[in-house]
């Protein structure tokens, strides 16, 4: 499937116009500026294949369509490289060392580099952010292109991000430099890369995709009773991950939306005022994305817009499950409450999962039992609730599981 197929204005839904293109040798676009004629306004980019409607730079792109260029056909193919924390290529300049066998890090001291050398035009990097880190330096070329605080205050999360965009095919260098200063409320300034990613032109190449070369899941797997749908998608059929997290399946049928700026996505976008046209999809899936966005209601009326007439939905969302992902958890539903949400379609089939003792286990760990209790004890309260789950038959789990979920069509 062609990405700009399916993508469409995100307030009035119409074509969009990709401007000033940048196109591989086959034709597909790697980026470009996405012009809405029917409100005359730039709706989003296309940045490195991936259609964005939510995290460019707006003035930039406002420049890069000011300026026609034309259309640009790169000479080869692209393909991604990942290199690892270990990798060889990497060069580093003071004192970083190999930590947990994930992450390349450093203390921090100003000045202290990590640079890849090379051909390629394109380059992101994972870096953690924790209640330890500090502040880096972008640099291209030499240049000074941005700085990131690296600091949060809890937790550790990995998170993606993009230095350098369609650089002029040639040798470049890319460093992320520590600076050696870091948030007031930082425990030091720490600086740990997990991996960069860089887009390299392949002149070789004859095959005119840009290869997603496996699948990639670093959120929750997929349901079975999901996966099990794709079956009956055509092959040249369309999928719609709605909020997909930082995901990526090998199958040209597959869109992953999502609103925040992970690595995998194919189009960055809001759940509420989805950027695609309408009855485009075979199947959607949202999975753990429902209790996660302020309005479920529009959100489905959504799903629905874009779904098929004849499309499936399946979507799961939690019931009793504590809050997590916070802020950004608001509401919850029982078995009735997806019921109403999927109102405007068929429902084929109403489920819940996740078992008492799952369900109990769940809100102990949120309200920190384990930790204030002796390990003993809480390894036998789990045991005991353990014993309960075989007590509770399949309607009794109704009333009581951690999530929901709805298998629906679009008549
Ligand atoms: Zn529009």
């Keep these: 499937m062609d990405l700009l197929e399916v993508v469409g204005c995100p307030e009035c839904k119409a074509n969009l116009t990709p401007t000033n293109p940048i196109l591989t040798r086959s034709g597909r676009v790697k980026s470009a500026v996405l012009l809405c004629e029917q409100c005359d306004r730039i709706a989003g980019e296309v940045r490195n294949f991936r259609c964005d409607f939510l995290h ?3 003035h930039l792109v406002a420049e890069r369509a000011r300026y026609s260029r034309g259309t640009t056909i790169l000479t080869g193919d692209v393909r991604e490289v990942d290199i690892g924390y270990d990798d060889r290529r990497l060069v580093t300049t003071g004192n970083w060392v190999d930590w947990d066998q994930k992450y390349r890090m450093t203390e921090g001291n100003n000045g202290e580099s990590i640079a890849l050398h090379g051909a390629f035009t394109d380059l992101g990097a994972r870096l953690l952010k924790h209640p330890w880190s500090g502040k880096v330096l972008f640099r291209i070329d030499g240049r000074d292109v ?3 605080d690296l600091y949060q205050p809890e937790l550790s999360t990995v998170e993606w991000f993009e230095i350098a965009t369609d650089l002029p095919i040639g040798h470049h260098v890319v460093e992320i430099i520590a600076m050696g200063t870091r948030h007031p409320n930082s425990q030091g300034t720490q600086v740990f890369l997990e991996r960069m990613v860089a887009t390299c032109l392949d002149a070789s190449a004859e095959d005119s995709r840009i290869r997603r070369p496996t699948d990639m899941t670093r959120v929750l797997p ?28 090998a199958d040209d049928r597959y869109v992953n939306v999502e609103f925040v700026p992970y690595q995998y996505p194919n189009v960055y ?3 509420l005022n989805l950027p695609l046209k309408s009855d485009s999809f075979d199947l959607v899936i949202s999975q753990a994305v429902l209790e996660h ?23 799961g969302m939690a019931f009793l499950q504590p809050v997590h992902a916070v802020p950004s958890h608001y509401f919850n539903a029982t078995a009735w409450g997806i019921e109403e949400l999927f109102r405007k379609f068929r429902i084929d089939h109403i489920g819940w999962s996740g078992g008492l003792s799952f369900t109990m286990e769940w809100l102990m760990k949120t309200a ?7 390990t003993a004890d809480y390894q036998e309260l789990l045991a005991k609730m353990q014993s309960l789950d075989k007590l509770i038959s399949v309607e009794e789990l109704k009333g009581v599981a951690s999530g929901v979920n709805v298998l629906a069509v679009k008549t």
């Design 56 to 58: 460019f730079n707006r």
């Design 146 to 148: 941005g700085q990131v």
């Design 222 to 249: 997929y349901w079975d009773e999901s996966i099990a749908l794709w079956d009956d998608v055509p092959t040249n059929g369309a999928i719609l991950d709605c909020g997909g997290g930082d995901r990526t399946i």
């Design 269 to 271: 976008g809001d759940t």
């Design 293 to 315: 966005v302020r309005n479920p209601f529009v959100a489905v009326d959504e799903i629905w817009r874009v779904t098929k007439p004849g499309g499936v939905v399946w979507a």
């Design 368 to 374: 920190g039992i384990p930790q204030k209790l002796p």
